[in-house]
Each structure stands twice: as C-alpha cells, then as structure tokens.
C-alpha cells in the first residue's frame, strides 16, 4: 500500500530525505559500474586488441542503446508498478553482469556484459525521478533530482580513482595474472560489481509514496495488469516484435512502420557503405527505428502521455539541449583518462585518482549547485531553470579546448574541473523541468523518453565519433576537439526550450484532458 505521509508545498518529511539518501548510493553505484571502463580502456583495448572506436561503442553504444530502448517499457512499468521493487531488481542485474565483464575474453563478451548493465541501469533513473518527485514539493523538486543526480558525478570518479588503484594493486601482486587468469581490469569489473548485490537489499525496504501526494492531486488507481502493459510496450519497442506493435494498430500503421524501417536500413547501408562501423551503426539504427515505433504505438495507446512528450516541443527541444550537453561530457569524460596516459605520459592509477577526484568534487558541485540555483530562478520566471541549461551548453567549452589541446598534465588535470562543473549544472534543471512538464503518472515514461537524449544522443554517438576522428586522424585531441561543433545545436534547442516551456506547462492539465486524460 502506497504510504501517504504528508508532503506540503513548503516542506518534505524527513524519510524523503532517507530516501533521497539511499537512492544517490544507488546512483553512485550505478555510474561506478557504467564509467569503470574509461580508466580500463587502454588494458582493455590491449588485452582483446580494440581500436579507439571498439572503446567508444564498448562504452557508449553497446550500453546505451540498450538502456534506452528497455528505459521506455520500463519507464512505464515504473509508472505502473511497485517502484522500489522495480528498482531492486534493476540494481542487482546489473551489478551482476559488471562482474560478468570481469571474466569477458573478447570484446563479444564484454560488449554482451555491457548490453546487460544497461538493460539493469535503465530501471534507476525512471524509479527514482518517479519516487523522488512524489516524495518532495515541487518547489524542492530540482534540487532533489539535482542531489540525487550527483551520484552521476561522485560514482564516476570513484570509478576512475577505485579503478586505477585496483589495476595497479592485481597487477603488482598477479604481474602473470591471477586466480582464474583475471588480469588487473577484470579484477576491477569483479569488486566493483558485488556492492550493489548487497544494496539491492536495502533498496527492498524502502517505503513507496502515494503517486500525485505531493502536488495534492489525487492518486491515481493502480493498474490491473502493470506487467501485460510492460510485455505491450515491448511490442512496441524491440525489433522485430515491433511489427508485431505495429500490425496491432491496423495496416496504415504497418505501412508506416516499415516506412520507418526502410529509411532507417537505407540509412545505416549508407554509412556502412562508407566504411563506417558495422556494429556501431546498426546498434544505433536500432535504436532510432525502435524509438519512432514506440512513439507511434503510444500515440495510439496513450494520448495524453503523447500528447504531453512526444507531440510536446517544449519538451523534445529541453531533451535535445541536454542530450548533446551529455554528447559533450561523455566524451570527455570517457577520452580524458586515455589522454592523460597516452599523451601526457601519466601513469595510470595517478590519472584515475585526479581525474576521478576532480570529476567527482567538480559534478557533485556543478550539478547540486545548479539544481539550487535552478529552482531559485524558476520563482522568478516559469522558464528560469533553462538558463541554467543555456550556460552548461556554452560555458565549459573553453576549458575543454584547453585542457585537450596541453602539454602540460597540471593544466589538463585543472581544466577538467570547470569543464566538468559547468556542464553538470544543467542536469537537474532540465530533469525538473521534463517532470513539470508531464502528469505524476507520466513520470517513468518522461524519464525514460529524457534519457533517450542522454543516451542515444550523448553516449551512444559522443565517445564513439571522438573515438573514429581519433582513430582517422591519429589524434586523440582533434577527436574530442571536433565533438564541439555542436555548441551552436545545443544553444538553440536551450534557447528554444526557454521560449516555450511556460506555455507548455501553464496548458498542461488543459491539453492532457483535450488528449483524453481523466483529470
């Protein structure tokens, strides 16, 4: 049963702040086991003999795109279903298969482990909007998801930092590898897996809210068949079975739907055609035809949620300036350990420790930070949270040509803070302003819909393209130097965004209930 402790406007009671509590470890974790790999890559690349770009799909794409396609349904299963249950078991499978890439021989078997944390991460962020939002008022709501979203910044640079140290500390003790034949990067996947099997437990004990509680709205009834919705909404989403989706909706919707499949293929053939990546490629044209199937299925399934996301402007141009301010931080994030060792000649368990100390102080600042001035802005003017969003889309740029255009390890070390602080000051700004922009119980699916950004987006094309200019140009500098011509696309989605939010939120119990919503 839904616990209905009282959340005012002004106040949120203390277990939201217990829970706000847990769910950042959670999220600690969860970007410990996803950016682990960064300080690993060049052992890595070594041990299975990778390129650059078999880094960056690795990293970015063999994740990401699995995290957005199974984000969607289980957004909806979110939105449908026990969230704390939800996230339990998102959270042990995949802390499971990151200690399964710990006993990967090939790149197949670690870009298989990857698909499975990214299929287990995407219950996280859907869950959790979903809970937080509910647990505090709205005028509190950024810099709670900006809190919770800090966890993004600590967890990767406590993996860079923890990564480094165990690869140095296997390797000196097991130089000829160790027990089973796990060298040093292998024993980092092992041990930074096995704490969330244990979280996982503590995750099951926390209490769930009543949905809506906090705004005063009342709580919606509780889905007769949470899990036939979410095996509907794979139907939808997951090729092939997405024509499956699409026959259900009649012929002109299957028609449409291998429209949309064609140009997909005639697309991808293109690029492959060029000499570009196979798997690359094809797991992003998956992606994007999976993506256009679900959001023609909902139109039909549900249109107010469509309504208030899909067919929202306000909201894709915020999921855009966001998704290519991700574009940006993965990349650096991802490329900047490789740099400071292959370049600058430094050694490994030194690089993982400053940049992961520096990512960690520098995200946890920028991003709460940015939520709690977000929230302050957003008193004075309905959009003020996007200004936030327009300075974290400009502003880091000059430290990142800087610090990826330096000789000198000291100066990169100390470019990478403001770069990382000024970009991560957007997230809890544009992750408030997609759930004010939606009813409470759309929440998990705007989630999963933002996150698309930041992941087929940002992961999965960032790291990679910097990755292939690196490989083309022999430079790893001019790799992460190029990913900056989209500066200009994020500054007018943000501006955009800034435009049209008010409208778009002030209307938004008009046009759900125009759509169909029971309100």
Known sequence: MADR????????????WYVLAILFIVYVLNFVDRQIISILAQDIKRDLHLKDEDLGFLYGTAFGVFYALFGIPLGRLADNWHRTRLLTVGLSLWSAMTVFSGFSRSGTMLATARIGVGIGEATAAPAAYSLLSD???RRLRATALAIYSAGLYV?????LGIGGLIVKGWNDSYPGGGPLGLVGWQAAFLMVG???LILALVVATLREPARGLSEGLPEPAAHPAPFRAFLQELVTIIPPLTLIGAAQGGMRALINNLLGLAI???AVSGLIAFGESKPQWIAVGIG??????????????DAPTFALIIANPAF????VAYGLNAFLSYTVTFWAPSYATTVLGRPLAEAGFVIGGMGAMSGFLGVTLGGMIADRLRRRHPAGRLMVVIFGAVVPSAAIATAFTTTNPTLFYIMLFPAQAFASCALGAAAATTQDLVMPRMRGTATATFLIGTTL?????GPYLAGRVSTLSGSLSTGVLSMLLVVPITLIAAIMAFRLVPTAEANREERARAAGEAI
């Open 264 to 266: 997909v293929v005639g």
């Open 457 to 461: 987006l940002g992961l999965a094309l």
């Open 135 to 137: 647990w505090f008022p």
């Open 5 to 16: 402790t009282a959340v005012t406007e002004s106040k949120a009671p203390t277990y939201a």
């Open 155 to 159: 967890g990767g640079g406590l993996s």
């Open 316 to 319: 894709l141009f915020t999921v």
């Open 194 to 196: 096995a704490p969330g």
């Open 288 to 301: 994007a035809y999976a993506v256009f199937s679900w959001a023609s299925a909902l139109k039909r399934r």
